[in-house]
C-alpha cells in the first residue's frame, strides 16, 4: 500500500513558476515509476510527466516539454514537478500517482493516486 500527498499548488500569473511535491508512504517507494496527471474542469485527467526508478527515465506530454521538470529523491519518498513558463492552460487539478508496471500506459499503470492540488494560472 502507498498513500499519496501532493502539496505545492496555488495561484501564479503567466509566465510564473509553481514546484510541486508529492510525499509517498511505503518502504518500496523506490520500486515505483512515479507519474504527475492533470485534470481541468471538464476535460479528461491527462498525463503530464513521469519518471522511472532510474532517475535517467522521465517522460513528458508535449504540452509541457520544456518547461516542466520530474524529480525524485528516493532517500525522501519524493517526487516534485517544477513548473515554470506557466499558461493559463496548465490550470488544473494535478494528481500524483505511483505505478509498479514500469510501461508507458501511463493512466493504465498508475496503482496508487493522491488526493491532487490545485494549480490556477491568471493572464
Not at 501532493?6 to 509553481?18: F, M, N, P
Request: hydrophobic share 35%; glycine share 10%; net charge positive.
Amino acid at each position: 500500500q502507498v498513500q499519496l500527498v501532493e502539496s505545492g499548488g496555488g495561484l501564479v500569473q503567466a509566465g510564473g513558476s509553481l514546484r510541486l511535491s508529492c510525499a509517498a508512504s511505503g518502504r518500496t517507494f523506490s520500486m515505483y515509476t512515479m507519474e504527475w496527471f492533470r485534470q481541468a474542469p471538464g476535460k479528461e485527467r491527462e498525463f503530464v510527466a513521469a519518471i522511472r526508478w532510474s532517475v535517467s527515465g522521465t517522460y513528458y506530454a508535449d504540452s509541457v516539454k520544456g518547461r516542466f521538470t520530474i524529480s525524485r529523491d528516493n532517500a525522501k519518498n519524493t517526487v516534485s514537478l517544477q513548473m515554470n513558463s506557466l499558461k493559463p492552460e496548465d490550470t488544473a487539478v494535478y494528481y500524483c500517482a505511483a505505478a509498479l508496471n514500469s510501461g508507458s500506459n501511463w493512466y493504465a499503470n498508475a496503482d496508487y493516486w493522491g488526493q491532487g492540488t490545485q494549480v490556477t494560472v491568471s493572464s
